[in-house]
């Protein structure tokens, strides 16, 4: 095993409903200064509820330890690195977190007048201002509450600029490298989904692509770089041609961390994009959210977007409700305002220069874990990777070794896996997207473990099938989980 | 630049060991004309001192730290502190979507023992492991409907949040949902039940109800759903202030339970980020949109949980998925399951309870426009002077007043709503009532 992890004791822990106690509490309550109201009189008998049957009754420090002793059961980027491809796992800087806990900005109630909450307004302005100016875009809204919510908002602006002009037509062509929100979108926003095969350079063939674009075709979602961590050359081409006949160009933005500061997607003839800030801006992923997916469009989109909309009127911040072209709201108030104001906190620290120079970092290290791992695994595609590269198992699955194998073995190495068995257009696929948040001494540990694991897989490959051996938790039956689903506690019998 | 843990001569090495002289090489592939070829206009980058010095001057620019009457979606409740220390920790903040179980069960075993307090709070079988807020948990819920019933169409009340309205109608637009909208009754502020049941057809999916409603009325949920069932539709109870769940009862004939749950994880951090979360029945779990968290064993036969039943979900489905959400509100649904926890059975009806007895406080001093039952939410006649006139005058005594309803129900353009938690002291109530007065806005 090479230097980064050791075993240690960890604590069990039962299920909070399974410690409780009758009469234990774990907060208390100042005592109440008006008169207490019989509930019953005052709701009606029917409207009251009884106890509230098997919910959990613990003193404070029993929550403290729950939690806890549940928290050194996961992974986390605080502790190491955390390779998954697309999904841009960077450092979350702490300093976000405390301008996201700044009082005057947590306490802000989202319908107090305009003139009060005027700091939010100002952070949210700036955010719009400086995502603008990294993706060469024209306007920016931070309603969106995630990647796959900023799609949708993108293809319903679409949408409803084609329909301004007489026909929102019926198609959107998405590469089949794409991530499954793209066509989960196009069909909620009530479009068909075409696929298009990548050729054999993980790219769109732009020979065939004319021909694609038929009257019928709204858009295509294209994902750049893709999901091989290929950029496609042919960008502004295929904007050229969806242009010429009359449909748009969306781009999925959950790789924008390849391009801040190098290219901008506005300048490749991009319509449309959204943002993750969870990915590329360094906001925390939280274990599967909150995001935020800011989706950023060209002029003629503007008049769109999800209102109420920002605008300065005598040097204050307003929101302009008087959006007739809208295509509405897509959530309730204004977007993941906390998400925003780490956002804009990252950007902020990095300056223009920090922002490019974390672009360039990441892409280093891709090629870099790239290089190292070559001679061990099969590369399916020779293309020049940017912030993620990918692998397949062809090797290793001669020895009965998949993806899937590999990557639970290298839990035992001290680290997270990467993406496993996707893109889909690579059979047993490893993608790896170390970000620039990992030191050499961290990426030279993580290229001894992949390369340790390709040996085993030859010597000994029954024992990267049955990884991971040193987990608290081994190998999760999540066939039987499915089967049978057990989606809640109950009491025993 | 402190995030980027390298040294110059690093980044030599490893230059050299992929053969290259600069780092420019490694962008070769970019079309040179597509290259920014200048450096972002942005500010410089700055220390970590002075951006949180800015963050705090925005803070100082917002007037809060008041006694604050807004209710309408976003609650201003007490949060117990373990809350955010528990929360904070690195292992929940800084880990991704828990797809590899083995070193995510604390997550995981998080989310399971969430999704099992929303179903003990809503009388419901299944929860998901969140939705990104009570206004697209809710559409979420009209689509789901659709699936179930094979029908087109959904009766809205127009007692529901108006917002959540809004983003219903953006979500089915689209997809040649009508939504067709079941008034109010003037006088108890509560749905009208014959009036919705007819709009209800055999092409009606659901009756999407929230109670108590955006006018903190408690809606007549067992007649509306015994309505809805009537006419083949299923019944949507749709809420968004949570801690009303400590106390009132369940719908037990509800299909769908939809709702919003900040005011259990988050001060109103200026409309976001908070969870939405959907409930549901057993028998409909297979529409159910979103990540769900279930029981299983690992290899050693031990308990653990795993993510589940993603056939339903876009990674899996692509464009035949239920829904084309991937990241949910995790961290937040990690909060609110520890302050689930921190309150427990008894604390949290004590929370309902106190809500309850505060906002009667106030209400019985001022007119009241809506008879019906209400829990911490009440709508105000402002008879003497406008809504606006009143927020002015309690601004100018430090306090936030509450929501003018104008904006969202003309006919209501003469009433507030204004909404009481257990941190709002009742010398402030006081003040309120004063301001109330004839001449006392003056």
Redesign the interface.
């Known amino acids: 095993m090479t230097g980064k992890a050791r075993s240690h004791i960890v604590q069990d822990?039962p299920?909070?409903?399974e410690i409780?106690a009758p009469?234990?509490?774990?907060?208390?309550?100042?005592p109440?200064?008006?008169?207490?109201?019989d509930?019953a009189e005052?709701?009606?008998a029917?409207?009251?509820?009884?106890?509230?049957?098997?919910?959990?009754?613990?003193s404070?420090v029993e929550?403290?330890r729950?939690?806890?002793r549940?928290?050194?059961?996961?992974?986390?980027?605080?502790?190491g690195m955390?390779p998954?491809g697309s999904?841009t796992?960077k450092?979350?800087?702490r300093?976000n977190?405390?301008?996201a806990?700044?009082?005057?900005?947590?306490?802000?109630?989202?319908?107090?007048?305009e003139e009060?909450?005027?700091?939010?307004l100002?952070?949210m302005a700036r955010l719009e201002r400086?995502l603008a100016?990294?993706t060469g875009m024209d306007a920016v809204s931070l309603q969106p509450?995630?990647?796959?919510?900023g799609?949708?908002s993108g293809i319903?602006l679409i949408?409803a600029l084609l329909a301004s002009r007489g026909n929102p037509r019926r198609k959107i062509l998405i590469p089949d490298s794409a991530?499954?929100?793209n066509?989960?979108?196009?069909?909620?926003?009530?479009y068909e989904?075409e696929n298009i095969r990548s050729n054999e350079r993980g790219m769109i063939d732009i020979e065939a692509f004319p021909s694609l674009v038929t009257e019928d075709v709204a858009a295509l979602m294209i994902t750049n770089p893709n999901t091989l961590g290929v950029?496609e050359?042919n960008?502004?081409r295929i904007a050229e041609i969806l242009h010429s006949k009359g449909a748009l160009l969306y781009m999925d933005g959950a790789n924008m961390n390849a391009l801040?500061?190098?290219?901008?997607p506005g300048?490749?003839g991009v319509d449309v994009l959204h943002l993750?800030l969870?990915k590329t801006f360094?906001t925390?992923?939280?274990?599967?959210?909150?995001?935020?997916g800011p989706v950023a469009v060209k002029k003629e989109l503007e008049p769109f977007l999800?209102k109420p909309r920002l605008k300065q009127v005598n040097g204050q911040w307003r929101w302009d409700y008087d959006r007739p072209q809208s295509?509405?709201?897509?959530?309730?108030?204004?977007?993941?305002?906390?998400?925003l104001?780490r956002a804009l906190?990252y950007?902020?620290?990095?300056?223009?220069?920090?922002?490019?120079?974390?672009t360039?970092?990441a892409?280093?290290?891709s090629?870099?874990v790239r290089?190292?791992l070559e001679p061990y695994y099969d590369l399916p595609h020779k293309?020049?990777s940017m912030h993620e590269c990918v692998f397949s198992d062809r090797r290793q699955a001669r020895h009965g070794v998949r993806t899937m194998d590999i990557?639970?073995r290298l839990?035992d190495y001290g680290f997270?896996?990467y993406t496993v068995a996707?893109p889909l257009i690579v059979p047993g696929a490893l993608m790896i997207e170390p970000t620039?948040?990992?030191?050499?001494r961290?990426l030279d540990l993580f290229i001894e473990a992949m390369i340790a694991i390709a040996r085993e897989a030859e010597e000994n490959p029954e024992l990267v099938r049955?990884a991971?051996h040193t987990?608290?938790?081994?190998?999760?039956?999540?066939v039987?989980?499915?089967r049978k689903?057990?989606?809640?506690?109950r009491p025993e019998r | 630049m402190r995030f980027l843990p390298k040294s110059d001569a690093e980044r030599r090495q490893m230059l050299e060991a992929l053969g290259l002289e600069s780092v420019e090489e490694l962008f070769a592939q970019i079309p040179p004309e597509l290259r920014l070829g200048r450096p972002l206009a942005l500010e410089p980058g700055r220390s970590e001192f002075e951006v949180l010095e800015f963050m705090r001057a925005c803070g100082r620019q917002n007037k809060t730290g008041l006694p604050c009457f807004l209710g309408a979606g976003a609650y201003y409740h007490y949060r117990p502190v373990v809350v955010e220390t528990l929360a904070s920790r690195g292992e929940f903040l800084t880990a991704y979507t828990p797809y590899q179980a083995e070193i995510s069960q604390g997550l995981l075993t998080a989310i399971f023992e969430f999704q099992t307090m929303i179903c003990q709070l809503t009388g419901m079988d299944v929860a998901n492991a969140s939705m990104y807020d009570g206004s697209t948990a809710m559409a979420e819920a009209a689509l789901m409907a659709r699936r179930i019933t094979g029908r087109e169409h959904v009766v809205v009340a127009a007692s529901v949040h108006p917002e959540y309205r809004e983003v219903l109608r953006t979500y089915a637009h689209n997809q040649a949902i009508r939504i067709r909208e079941a008034p109010y009754d003037p006088e108890s502020g509560a749905v009208n039940v014959r009036a919705a049941a007819s709009l209800l057809d055999d092409n009606t999916a659901a009756l999407i109800i929230q109670s108590p409603n955006f006018f903190g009325v408690v809606e007549p949920l067992g007649e509306l759903a015994e309505a809805a069932h009537a006419a083949g539709a299923l019944l949507i109870h749709a809420f968004s202030e949570a801690v009303s769940l400590g106390l009132l009862a369940p719908c037990e004939q509800a299909d769908i339970v939809a709702g919003e749950l900040q005011s259990f994880a988050l001060p109103p951090s200026y409309g976001g980020p908070y969870a939405g979360v959907i409930a549901t029945r057993e028998k409909f779990v297979r529409q159910l949109p979103g990540r769900l968290v279930g029981q299983t064993t690992d290899t050693r036969g031990n308990r653990a949980f795993c993510l589940t039943l993603a056939t339903r979900e876009q990674h899996i489905r692509r464009e035949k998925a239920t829904s084309n959400i991937c990241t949910n509100q995790a961290l937040v649904a990690l909060m609110a399951t520890i302050f689930m926890t921190a309150y427990g059975k008894q604390g949290l009806r004590e929370l309902a309870e106190q809500n309850l007895a505060k906002a009667h406080y106030l209400a019985a001093r001022l007119p009241l426009r809506f008879r019906g039952p209400f829990f911490n939410e009440f709508v105000v006649r402002c008879e003497a002077q406008p809504p606006e006139a009143i927020n002015r005058a309690l601004a100018g005594r430090n306090i936030i007043g509450g929501l003018p309803l104008g904006r969202f129900y003309p006919e209501l353009s003469d009433c507030m709503l204004l909404c009481v938690t257990e941190m709002i002291r009742r010398e402030d109530m006081d003040r309120v009532a004063e301001v109330f007065q004839p001449g006392g806005a003056a």
């Open positions: 822990e299920l909070v409903f409780s009469g234990k509490r774990g907060c208390q309550l100042p109440l200064d008006v008169p207490a109201v509930a005052v709701l009606g029917a409207n009251v509820r009884r106890e509230i049957e098997g919910f959990p009754e613990l404070e929550v403290v729950h939690f806890t549940l928290s050194t059961w996961n992974y986390a980027i605080d502790l955390y998954l999904c796992m450092y979350n800087p300093a977190e405390a301008a806990s700044v009082e005057g900005l947590l306490w802000a109630h989202p319908y107090q007048p009060t909450v005027q700091g939010c100002e952070i400086a100016e990294i509450a995630a990647g796959a919510h799609e949708l319903l949408r991530h499954g929100t066509p989960a979108t196009a069909a909620i926003a009530g989904v950029f050359v960008i502004a801040v500061g190098i290219t901008r300048d490749a993750n969870h360094s925390p992923h939280g274990g599967g959210g909150p995001g935020s999800p295509i509405g709201r897509v959530r309730a108030f204004y977007g993941n305002f906390g998400v104001v906190a950007i902020m620290a990095c300056g223009p220069e920090g922002l490019r120079a974390a360039v970092d892409v280093l290290n090629n870099y290089k190292k293309e020049p990557a639970k839990i997270h896996p996707f620039e948040s990992e030191s050499l961290e049955t991971p987990t608290r938790t081994s190998r999760v039956d999540e039987t989980a499915a689903p057990i989606l809640r506690w």
